[in-house]
């Protein structure tokens, strides 16, 4: 018995659509040597990637040694000056100590001044109204006025 096998239409179609379609092996060999070229491409900007990494963190590393250098002298500046300023003010507070201390001894001073001009003008009334009371006891009741030198 012999058996006969045929190819179903759909087949035979479909091996004439991929006979067209078919790559030839020159660009599989391009494909392939594109595919790896690129690939060579990717490693090589990782690579120089990885470079400027490595050179921009030591850029910073220096930018963050002179950024605290540049703090510490600019703190060291700021303490010698609040340090100036704290004398000054203490000069300042000194010379107003000492004005204010001359401005209340001359108010002592004027105080004590005053103070011995009312006590001589109330020893003076004082005497006023003693001479007045003996002139009364004594009969000198006239309206004339009492002069006293003192």
Do not use: W
């Not at 004439?16 to 392939?32: F, I, P």
């Not at 400027?52 to 002179?66: F, I, Y």
């Not at 003010?89 to 000492?98: D, R, S, W, Y």
């Amino acid at each position: 018995m012999s058996a006969t096998y045929t190819t179903p239409m759909f087949m035979t179609s479909f091996a004439k659509l991929s006979k067209e379609n078919k790559v030839s092996n020159k660009e599989m060999k391009a494909k392939k040597a594109a595919k790896t070229q690129r690939a060579k491409d990717i490693q090589r900007q990782n690579k120089i990637a990885a470079q400027m990494d490595k050179e921009l963190t030591k850029l910073e590393k220096v930018a963050a040694k002179e950024e605290a250098k540049q703090a510490k002298i600019q703190a060291k500046e700021e303490a010698k000056q609040a340090k100036i300023e704290a004398k000054e003010e203490a000069k300042q507070a000194k010379i107003q100590a000492k004005e204010e201390t001359k401005t209340e001894a001359k108010q002592a001073k004027t105080n004590k001044k005053t103070a011995a001009k009312l006590t001589k003008q109330t020893k003076t009334e004082e005497r006023t109204d003693i001479i007045r009371t003996i002139c009364e006891n004594l009969g000198h009741t006239n309206n004339a006025t009492l002069e006293v030198t003192a």
